[in-house]
């Protein structure tokens, strides 16, 4: 006869030493690498051109985040793409809080304009904070003789495809915010697309191009001083940084809304640890009063949303965004 094999209890089953081992290895690893961090310098990526908006709010951020994190935050401009080049680079990078990106609008616009866009927005990166929200601006080259928003429709209509406009690039707010102008007042213009913000507003100043649509950050200035003529602003309601620019929609475009906004990001797979620190923090500078003075004075509206309202709010705006798209019917390689 056999004998019956022994009832072996898993409960009293010892895993071998080796596993013991690199279990407790991996449970350990993440406390005690976010205890440790920050360790180096941090790299805050901006994907577009220097002088833009969504620089400006990393420049502004920037310093007190150094102070809060205790390692200096960079900021690194890399333009181009339509903002994927930026945004490419941090949704590569390693998942260990060190490169972080100020994320744009067009984070939620690439994916209806490109047909192949390097990374997934929502799969690939980790949404930290949104920043700010901030309206963009229709602006136009003081020349022109249209003095207001009504009167620019009328030129616009009288000239068909003869105004010239600028953009940050193919598919950015700026871009979108004037097609959707332009698809609600029936008129055509002529997209001169520029690598940024900056770029664009340089050649809108110096009378090079004639209308663009950037964000208040960048183009608020130029109106204080005279140099660019504002016609409305793009948000539902006025800004609280330039109450005397009427809203697109009260100056003659009625349901019209276009906001643009930045937020700060992290590579997919950044522990949670990690994010939460860098959420907290990022909270607390936005909440300063030199911090909340300079944003709001140029427009911007901080808000300081939790990881997962960003996520959300992202996964929203893409959806928004596809419409505009298809009924513009822009698109890119």
């Known amino acids: 006869m056999k004998k019956a094999?022994?009832?072996?209890?898993?409960?009293?089953?010892?895993?071998?030493?080796?596993?013991?081992?690199?279990?407790?290895?991996a449970c350990a690893i993440t406390p005690a690498f976010s205890q440790s961090y920050p360790a180096r310098p941090i790299r805050l990526v901006v994907p577009s051109s220097p002088g833009g908006g969504t620089d400006i709010t990393a420049r502004i951020m920037a310093p007190e985040l150094?102070?809060?994190?205790?390692?200096?935050?960079?900021?690194?401009?890399?333009?181009?793409?339509g903002t994927m080049i930026g945004g490419d680079v941090v949704a590569k990078a390693p998942?260990?809080?060190y490169t972080l990106l100020m994320g744009i609008s067009t984070l939620a616009i690439n994916p209806a304009v490109y047909r192949k866009v390097p990374y997934d927005a929502l799969r690939d990166l980790a949404p930290i904070t949104q920043a700010v929200s901030v309206p963009n601006v229709l602006v136009g080259h003081p020349s022109l003789p249209a003095r207001?928003?009504?009167?620019?429709?009328?030129?616009?209509?009288?000239?068909?495809?003869?105004?010239?406009?600028?953009?940050?690039?193919?598919?950015?707010?700026?871009?979108?915010?004037?097609?959707?102008?332009?698809?609600?007042?029936?008129?055509?213009?002529?997209?001169?697309?520029?690598?940024?913000?900056?770029?664009?507003?340089?050649?809108?100043?110096?009378?090079?191009?004639?209308?663009?649509?950037?964000?208040?950050?960048?183009?608020?200035?130029?109106?204080?001083?005279?140099?660019?003529r504002a016609y409305g602003v793009t948000s539902a309601k006025r800004a609280s940084g330039a109450?005397?620019?009427?809203?697109?929609?009260?100056?003659?475009?009625?349901?019209?809304?276009?906001?643009?906004?930045?937020?700060?990001?992290?590579?997919a797979g950044t522990p949670r640890p990690i994010v939460q620190r860098l959420y907290e923090d990022c909270v607390k500078v936005l909440h300063l009063?030199?911090?909340?003075?300079?944003?709001?004075k140029d427009g911007c509206d901080p808000i300081a949303s939790t990881p997962e309202q960003f996520a959300a709010f992202i996964k929203a705006e893409t959806i928004k965004w596809a419409r505009v798209v298809k009924d513009a019917g822009i698109q890119q390689e």
């Open 5 to 25: 094999s022994p009832h072996v209890d898993p409960a009293h089953v010892k895993p071998p030493v080796a596993l013991l081992a690199l279990a407790c290895f």
């Open 66 to 81: 150094s102070k809060l994190l205790g390692q200096q935050v960079v900021v690194e401009n890399r333009p181009g793409a």
């Open 95 to 97: 998942p260990d809080g």
């Open 148 to 228: 207001n928003l009504k009167e620019l429709i009328a030129l616009a209509r009288s000239r068909p495809g003869e105004l010239t406009f600028a953009s940050a690039g193919v598919g950015t707010s700026p871009h979108l915010s004037v097609e959707l102008f332009l698809s609600m007042t029936h008129t055509k213009m002529l997209h001169v697309p520029y690598k940024g913000s900056g770029p664009g507003i340089v050649d809108l100043v110096a009378g090079q191009v004639q209308v663009m649509a950037p964000n208040m950050l960048s183009a608020y200035p130029y109106v204080k001083t005279g140099r660019l």
């Open 243 to 267: 109450p005397e620019i009427p809203t697109i929609a009260e100056a003659g475009v009625p349901g019209y809304e276009a906001v643009q906004w930045f937020g700060v990001l992290a590579p």
């Open 289 to 296: 009063p030199n911090v909340r003075d300079l944003l709001v």
